[in-house]
């Protein structure tokens, strides 16, 4: 422990790594512009006044000042000469903040003045309709120029000092005042600071501004354990080190020649992503002379001052009792409507960001991640999870990995398509079945088809060689090993991600139980073997009995969607009748594209109907198994909803690959659903062609209406408010001067069920590509494509369409991970089936060893298929149909002929080809889940030079706390008898 941070820097270097980056505000290297404006406004302020944890005034009523155009844009703005704005509220108010906290008496005064403050009607803050002379529009810089000064100013308390942490809003109109009044009461005993504001365009909704002084944030940091950065990080100077830096600086002077990556983002748009980094630890106040901290109002980031306030608030009681606390149970009961952190500041700005600067984080993100044209930049994850906090900001990373992932499968997948295409005109089988004039086929219906030729069907089978020829098997042990790299690979960015956020040891706080299980179980408690506290508890044999019945509830809509299933295989019996008959000729002449096309669509919009179904009764029988918890709550419903969409997704693809044309029988024999209706039978060329349709169809169709809801349905619903907006105000100007906290309420609350919205289409998608993608190897490309879309749309819908959710913490994606190596499995079996029994692959496969004229050369060519189409067609009689016909028509089964002893039998190459198919399944499924496994043990979960900064950095952590104490206790030392840290 003797051992000096000088010794310890001569060592070897370690590779760099961004961890806990300071806040935008104090990088050095700050464009001109960008510290001019609203992130470091509070820096040039003077230090919040702190008189007490209450130093807020609250307005009360007095005579209303008469209201002209100019004083209008006075009250709203604030005058020419004052920089602050004016406050809205009258001059009169009642000082509060120099009440003693301990005072029964003065608090039960306040609490009397907020409800009779809450029961008023408040008329005094009501915005007059303005004169003709104030509906004058001023110019549109001059307007630009006023909305960006409104927003930078409704960041703080009317004072221009206190920052605004967190947003409640509640309507006068509610009958929860003394709940409310409570609640405010114990949050100024917490130590927060709140302010009143009246809405502008409704005078019954109310917003309260929270504010949290430095000694309460101090305070819950410390209990929190929120790691802040005390020390720059500090590497090597060996000589080793130094010839190794020489080699990368002429390195990057090489480099410097080439053409800049485009996808990188400028780095001079971003400085904050450039800051020196810091070693952190846990804060502490006993500790603080260790920390970092050159300006109090930028040392905590705006997102951790938000989750600081969202914990005060969840822990702050509103009634006496055990359980009468949170915020979440007042906003469930209607005490308040809304609740969130605002944003910080407009995404808009008529000045470039280059020449001038961000104005705040809002706008860098805009500008360098959410506008569209940004389509092809990396992301710029640090300021992400900055903003938005780890939550969502990991989602993002996995969004980002998963999309770059798709790129080499997209690759792949397009080259097996093409070879495809270049090979169609070369293939012995569409060569055999487009020359065969003199092949007559049996009807495929039972009353409307007739006799037609084998040659007729030559597109179709062209069509199917681009999907199912030589590459089918390689790209299906491709894409299964892909799904086992993407998802180890993914495991070593989130470690090296979880170590730059500071989140390797951070482990999920105890949380807290949800209203409705309280309520529920409050008669029966128990000590939680956490917090030693007695608190509800759910008794087994009820949990279990509730679990039966969501379980039962579950395989009841699973058998909802084979219902619905089965109607649209009915609709295809039915239909396959109507379009061979139909008067148009193309569409007599190909039915089956209509049949086909035209039950995907009505399958596919059965899926979205039924989704809505879905989505309700997931979240029913999640409430009826009172998940303890939030995160058991989502997690709940979370698996509800993937099971539920899956199988109503891919419910009608598993008929078409496995059931469709399996169960048809033979001419004479057919098999008829209820005795009437003839089941569909596989086309000569494969059943290949049916599947591609229907995954092709539902998938685009389904990414459309996707990004039309998560984009288009919010744009609607903002166009709405603010149309609501301006009819109330009755000045079309008015939505642009709003303050922030109001355009923030305009905005749309983000899911109710975070992230799972977001997370289900992915892994749906991811599904999609992996499990079918033998039948479909243009899935990569399509997902490729949508996800390119998708990460814009997310961004534009957090930044600019959703109110600002509130930063959360996670170290994962939770069961989302399980969820996805379960569907990489399936996707092992469910492709070496499709190429089994869906494909030719196998019939081929034998046809050429055993049959064909190779039999026993050892060598496979497109020649050693010929006469594979007239040796898997079977003969038939017609006039065993009840005709006069006479002759032979052929049909695709492996059946003796009518004119051998055992006719219609099934002959030894019938078994030939079964045998191979399961001998291929089980061959291919453990020389797959072999390989994965092997992949899996060579990749580790964490990169070694991540695992050997870690343990470094722990050990320098530990010398560097020791030294700094050391340094401490000189300094105090040499004062004279000073015993607590001061400021400087």
Not at 111 to 126: A, G, K, P, V, W
Not at 233 to 245: D, G, L, Q, V
Not at 455 to 478: P, R
């Amino acid at each position: 422990m003797n051992t000096s941070v000088s010794g310890v820097v001569t060592e070897q270097p370690l590779k760099p790594s961004r961890r806990s980056l300071p806040c935008l505000a104090q990088s050095k290297t700050l464009p001109n512009h960008l510290s001019n404006h609203s992130l470091q406004q509070g820096s040039h302020l003077k230090d919040t006044l702190s008189a007490g944890p209450c130093t807020t005034d609250i307005p009360v009523q007095s005579e209303k000042p008469p209201l002209t155009g100019s004083s209008v844009n006075d009250l709203v703005y604030g005058s020419q000469q004052d920089s602050q704005p004016k406050p809205w509220a009258p001059e009169s108010v009642i000082p509060i903040c120099t009440i003693p906290q301990d005072d029964d008496q003065e608090w039960s005064t306040i609490e009397s003045e907020q409800r009779t403050y809450d029961s008023q009607t408040d008329h005094i803050f009501l915005l007059q309709t303005p004169t003709q002379q104030g509906l004058l529009e001023p110019p549109s810089d001059e307007r630009m120029d006023k909305e960006l000064s409104v927003s930078e100013n409704s960041l703080f308390f009317k004072d221009g000092k206190k920052r605004i942490d967190y947003i409640l809003v509640y309507k006068k109109t509610d009958m929860h005042v003394e709940k409310r009044s409570t609640f405010e009461k114990n949050l100024r005993a917490e130590g927060l600071q709140l302010e009143r504001e009246q809405s502008i365009t409704n005078a019954d909704v109310m917003f309260v501004k929270l504010h949290a002084p430095w000694e309460t944030i101090c305070k819950y940091a410390e209990i929190m354990n929120i790691r802040m950065p005390f020390r720059k990080k500090c590497y090597y100077t060996a000589w080793r080190s130094k010839m190794i830096s020489s080699v990368q600086k002429s390195m990057r002077h090489v480099k410097s020649w080439l053409p800049r990556n485009p996808m990188q983002l400028d780095k001079e748009a971003l400085p904050d992503l450039e800051e020196a980094e810091s070693y952190t630890a846990p804060f502490s106040r006993a500790r603080m002379h260790h920390f970092t901290i050159n300006n109090k109002d930028t040392f905590f980031s705006n997102s951790t001052r938000s989750r600081i306030v969202h914990h005060v608030l969840q822990r702050t009681k509103y009634e006496d009792g055990k359980s009468k606390m949170g915020l979440n149970r007042l906003l469930s009961n209607g005490t308040y409507v809304a609740a969130y952190p605002p944003h910080e500041g407009s995404y808009k700005s008529r000045h470039d960001i280059i020449t001038h600067g961000a104005l705040n984080h809002r706008h860098l993100l805009y500008e360098r991640w959410a506008r569209w044209g940004m389509w092809y930049k990396y992301q710029p994850l640090d300021l992400i999870r900055r903003y938005f906090g780890e939550k969502i900001g990991l989602y993002f990373a996995w969004l980002g990995w998963y999309t770059g992932m798709l790129i080499p499968a997209a690759l792949v997948g397009v080259l097996v398509f093409l070879y495809g295409l270049l090979t169609s005109d070369h293939s012995q089988v569409s060569k055999e079945i487009c020359d065969a004039n003199d092949t007559l086929m049996c009807p495929m219906c039972e009353r409307n088809c007739s006799y037609w030729m084998l040659s007729e069907s030559c597109a179709y089978a062209k069509m199917t060689h681009l999907f199912d020829n030589g590459g089918t098997v390689f790209f299906a042990i491709f894409m299964a090993l892909w799904a086992t790299v993407f998802l180890e690979f993914w495991k070593r960015r989130r470690a090296v991600l979880t170590y730059n956020w500071d989140l390797i040891d951070w482990e999920e706080e105890e949380e807290e139980l949800r209203p409705q299980f309280e309520a529920k179980y409050s008669k029966k408690e128990r000590l939680n073997p956490i917090t030693g506290k007695p608190e509800p508890f759910q008794p087994f044999v009820d949990k279990l009995s509730r679990l039966l019945v969501s379980v039962s509830g579950i395989f009841f809509m699973i058998l909802l969607v084979l219902a619905a299933v089965f109607g649209v295989v009915l609709y295809r019996l039915v239909t396959m009748e109507l379009f061979a008959s139909f008067r148009w000729e193309f569409v007599k002449k190909n039915w089956q594209f209509a049949t086909a096309g035209s039950g995907v669509c009505i399958n596919f919009a059965i899926i979205m109907s039924l989704n809505v179904v879905y989505e309700k009764v997931a979240r029913m029988l999640t409430n009826w198994e009172h998940p303890r918890t939030e995160s058991e709550w989502e997690n709940s419903f979370a698996l509800k909803m993937f099971l539920f969409e899956f199988v109503n997704l891919n419910s009608s693809i598993f008929y078409v690959a496995f059931i469709l044309g399996r169960f048809a029988g033979r001419p004479g024999a057919y098999a008829k659903l209820f005795h009437r209706w003839r089941l569909e039978e596989c086309h000569p060329s494969g059943c290949l062609i049916d599947l591609c349709m229907q995954m092709g169809i539902i998938m685009v169709l389904k990414q459309m209406w996707n990004n039309f809801m998560e984009l288009g349905y919010p744009l609607l619903q903002n166009w709405w408010s603010r149309r609501k907006v301006k009819r109330a105000s009755h000045d079309e100007a008015s939505n642009y001067y709003l303050p922030q906290w109001e355009q923030d309420w305009n905005l749309q609350p983000m899911n109710n069920h975070g992230l799972v919205d977001e997370y289900l289409e992915m892994v749906l998608q991811f599904g999609f590509t992996t499990i079918f993608v033998a039948a479909f190897p243009l899935a990569p490309l399509l997902a490729l494509l949508n996800n390119i879309i998708e990460i814009r749309l997310d961004a534009y819908k957090f930044v600019t369409q959703w109110r600002r959710p509130l930063p959360a913490r996670a170290k994962d994606i939770g069961n989302w991970y399980g969820i996805l190596e379960g569907i990489g499995v399936m996707a092992v079996i469910t492709n070496a089936f499709v190429i089994a029994i869906t494909s030719d692959y196998i019939p081929r496969f034998v046809y050429t060893y055993k049959y064909g004229p190779c039999t026993d050369q050892g060598y496979t060519d497109e020649k050693c298929l010929t006469g594979y189409v007239s040796g898997s067609l079977a003969y038939f009689n017609k006039s065993e149909f009840g005709t006069h016909d006479t002759g032979y028509c052929r049909y695709r089964d492996y059946r003796a002929p009518p004119w051998d002893p055992n006719r219609y039998e099934v002959t030894l190459q019938f078994w030939h080809v079964l045998a191979a198919r399961l001998a291929f399944i089980i061959v291919f499924e453990h020389f797959v889940f072999g390989f994965k496994a092997f992949i899996a043990y060579l990749i580790p979960d964490m990169p070694k030079d991540l695992c050997d900064r870690m343990r470094r950095e722990k050990y320098l952590v530990q010398e560097m706390m020791y030294e700094a104490e050391l340094e401490h206790l000189q300094k105090e030392r040499k004062r004279s008898g000073s015993r607590y840290h001061e400021w400087p």
